[in-house]
């Protein structure tokens, strides 16, 4: 599966490039720019929370385009051009907020209990998947046929995408630690590995898991 979604990546690197100057670099450099907002303003009791929901927003909100590059391929379609995959992105920006603003806030008042919380976060990471859906009962029916087949191995995703991301992200603070840079430096420099990072977590997820959804639902 990850030489699968590698050899869509590099077979679309060129939009994928353009998507993350265009897309990803800017939409993270925002949510950065939140992030530290949030740590001067907010209270420090709920700068944590709210940080967490910026990087989850984040991360969700840029899915939708990938979803289509990797779709195309799947299907063997003609190769959508950048405009379109903006456009993806247009379309899906409302459902994701409205989606990972409910599923955060579940997950946040069941943490507690562990278990609503953890559901929660794989909810968060598989519903961008099924955006495409009609109604939200058929969003949650084909979530449901997906945790049902995949269970336990969505965990182990969720770790590795969460590794890998930490591993990145520390490797460039370290970097940069030993030189004198400035805020920004370090938001671009995070940005850009989101660029590079996230269109092949997205690629991987939507190979894995968007035909188990279609597989089992009826």
């Given at each position: 599966?990850?030489?699968?979604?590698?050899?869509?990546?590099?077979?679309?690197?060129?939009?994928?490039?353009?998507?993350?100057?265009?897309?990803?670099?800017?939409?993270?450099?925002?949510?950065?720019?939140?992030?530290?907002?949030?740590?001067?303003?907010?209270d420090t009791q709920y700068a944590n929370i709210y940080a967490a929901l910026i990087t989850?927003?984040?991360f969700t909100l840029l899915y939708p385009p990938f979803i289509r590059i990797a779709l195309?391929?799947?299907?063997?379609?003609?190769?959508?051009?950048?405009?379109?995959?903006?456009?993806?992105?247009?379309?899906?920006?409302?459902?994701?907020?409205?989606?990972?603003?409910?599923?955060?806030?579940?997950?946040?008042?069941?943490?507690?209990?562990?278990?609503p919380s953890i559901i929660c976060v794989i909810l968060l990471i598989l519903f961008p998947?099924?955006?495409?859906?009609?109604?939200?009962?058929?969003?949650?029916?084909?979530?449901?046929?997906?945790?049902?087949?995949?269970?336990?191995?969505?965990?182990?995703?969720?770790?590795?995408?969460?590794?890998?991301?930490?591993?990145?992200?520390?490797?460039?603070?370290?970097?940069?630690?030993?030189?004198?840079?400035?805020?920004?430096?370090?938001?671009?420099?995070?940005?850009?590995?989101?660029?590079?990072?996230?269109?092949?977590?997205?690629?991987?997820?939507?190979?894995?898991?968007?035909?188990?959804?279609?597989?089992?639902?009826?």
């Amino acid at each position: 599966m990850f030489k699968d979604s590698l050899g869509i990546y590099n077979r679309n690197l060129l939009r994928i490039i353009l998507l993350g100057l265009v897309l990803v670099v800017p939409v993270s450099i925002f949510c950065f720019q939140a992030i530290f907002y949030v740590f001067q303003e907010v209270d420090t009791q709920y700068a944590n929370i709210y940080a967490a929901l910026i990087t989850l927003i984040n991360f969700t909100l840029l899915y939708p385009p990938f979803i289509r590059i990797a779709l195309s391929e799947v299907n063997d379609e003609e190769s959508t051009t950048l405009w379109e995959l903006i456009k993806e992105f247009v379309n899906g920006f409302g459902i994701i907020i409205l989606f990972t603003l409910a599923l955060f806030t579940i997950a946040v008042w069941g943490i507690v209990l562990i278990v609503p919380s953890i559901i929660c976060v794989i909810l968060l990471i598989l519903f961008p998947l099924f955006i495409d859906q009609k109604k939200v009962s058929h969003i949650f029916k084909k979530i449901g046929n997906v945790l049902i087949k995949e269970n336990f191995f969505i965990l182990i995703d969720l770790l590795i995408i969460l590794s890998i991301n930490l591993l990145a992200w520390s490797g460039i603070t370290f970097l940069l630690s030993s030189f004198d840079n400035n805020f920004y430096v370090y938001v671009i420099s995070r940005s850009l590995i989101n660029a590079a990072l996230f269109p092949l977590i997205y690629i991987y997820l939507t190979l894995k898991y968007k035909n188990g959804g279609e597989e089992l639902y009826v």
